[in-house]
Nanobody, 124 residues
Framework: VQLQASGGGLVQAGGSLRLSCAASGRTFDGYINGWFRQAPGKEREFVAAISRSGGITRYTDSVKGRFAISRDNAKNMGYLQMNSLNPEDTAVYFC??????????????????WGQGTQVTVSS
């Protein structure tokens, strides 16, 4: 599976961005999708994940109520809608996908395929 993340950019605090993740190479609906981010000098952290069917979503506490993960299996696309952005959200955002059982959504080691990352910068 090849993943291509896009949609990052520079936005003022309180603004919104929508990240997209285009998948190719395999049947998209067979994979769990996740978003992770890495800020300068920090480890990569879990942001959100969505099950194969889209019926289960998980978020890290700091983005609950502000971010929404979704997917369109027919288009082989994943999305991360980010609202009420603040400077602490500044990071490179990566989409990732994995096969296997549902669960353990926040563990990056379990993800098999990663996109190249897209930069999100939130100014104060």
């Amino acid at each position: 599976v090849q993943l291509q993340a896009s949609g990052g950019g520079l936005v003022q605090a309180g603004g919104s961005l929508r990240l997209s993740c285009a998948a190719s190479g395999r049947t998209f609906d067979g994979y769990i999708n996740g978003w992770f981010r890495q800020a300068p000098g920090k480890e990569r952290e879990f942001v959100a994940a969505i099950s194969r069917s889209g019926g289960i979503t998980r978020y890290t506490d700091s983005v609950k109520g502000r971010f929404a993960i979704s997917r369109d299996n027919a288009k082989n696309m994943g999305y991360l809608q980010m609202n009420s952005l603040n400077p602490e959200d500044t990071a490179v955002y990566f989409c990732a996908t994995r096969a296997g059982f549902e669960g353990h959504y926040s563990d990056p080691i379990r993800y098999d395929y990663w996109g190249q990352g897209t930069q999100v910068t939130v100014s104060s």
